[in-house]
């Protein structure tokens, strides 16, 4: 594609977009955008360039699922870190990337869900590879306190048991923040 298609399509978007965003600044709205394929901002890169378009106007976020990031290869913890002040919102969705034996795509090859040959597939959060710890230590370090949210989708695993599993795995990594640094703890013995 022609890189004066893919700045029209910026240019489009801000158009479109820009008269929204007014209105959500008079209202105090902010607008959580999922970072997916199907989408303007899909991965880290076409992230910077939607912000840019609109210059990075405070009202547009992001919502951050790094299910779709760990498919895409795009790392979804330095994805909290450079965008930290636009977390508007945390989608616990898991991801699990299988190793390629060269036949299967990134894009899924059009296989079902669940069917061993994908090269990925969405998985009951805690059971797949999102570096779950990591990214909520990163997200405490931001001083993100806004909402978290399970999307849960799992082919090989009963819904039920598995967004109960999901609840309980999620609510592990929402530990209490240190009052003070290790070593000041030490300080006054």
Known sequence: VDATVIDAGYEDFARRWNPILDVFDAEGVRFAHE??????AYDYWTSVRTLEAIDRRPAFG?????????????DPVGFIWDFKDRIYHVDCKDTRVRA?????????SHLPWGDPRR???????????????????ALAAIGYAGPISIEWEDA??????????????VRSLLWQLPEQSFDAAFSNQ
């Open 35 to 40: 970072v997916h394929p199907s989408e303007i």
């Open 62 to 74: 992001f919502n951050w699922d790094p299910s779709h990031m760990m498919w895409q290869r795009v």
């Open 100 to 108: 390629t034996n060269g036949r299967g795509g990134t894009l899924g």
């Open 119 to 137: 090269p990925w597939d969405f998985v009951s959060t805690g059971r797949g590879d999102v570096p779950w710890d990591d990214a909520f230590r």
């Open 156 to 169: 090989g695993m009963d819904r039920l048991h598995g967004a109960a599993e999901a609840v309980t795995y």
